[in-house]
């Protein structure tokens, strides 16, 4: 079956820097679109960044120019590189897969278990 395993979560100092990934397994990722999304406490799950099978990247404008995210094919990972973090970022992170990027929601067929990003003020 398929699994998607995040890491790299922890607490972090307001403008600093995390870098997350997610391992996946189960499926032929290089025919996957891949993203991340995040969920704060007591707020729905939002649309961060997205990367197409091709590479295409999409951003919300809430991150853009501070996180980056890239695909690894040959080792079936993609990463979220996070800088200049700001204490509205934490939430917890999910990665999630879908054949193509949409920016909606619900529609991605594959999730994480999520890992947590705390950004202390």
């Known amino acids: 079956q398929v699994q998607l395993v995040e890491s790299g979560g922890g607490l972090v100092q307001a403008g600093g820097s995390l870098r997350l990934s997610c391992g996946a397994s189960g499926l032929t990722f290089s025919s996957y679109a891949m993203a991340w999304f995040r969920q704060a406490a007591g707020k729905e799950r939002e649309f961060v960044a997205a990367?197409?099978?091709?590479?295409?990247?999409y951003y919300a404008d809430s991150v853009k120019g501070r996180f980056t995210i890239s695909r690894d094919n040959a080792k079936n990972t993609v990463h979220l590189q996070m800088n200049s973090l700001k204490f509205e970022d934490t939430a917890v992170y999910y990665c999630a897969a879908r054949n193509i990027v949409t920016l909606v929601t619900h529609l991605w067929d594959y999730w994480g278990q999520g890992t947590q990003v705390t950004v202390s003020s």
């Open positions: 990367i197409s099978r091709g590479g295409s990247t």
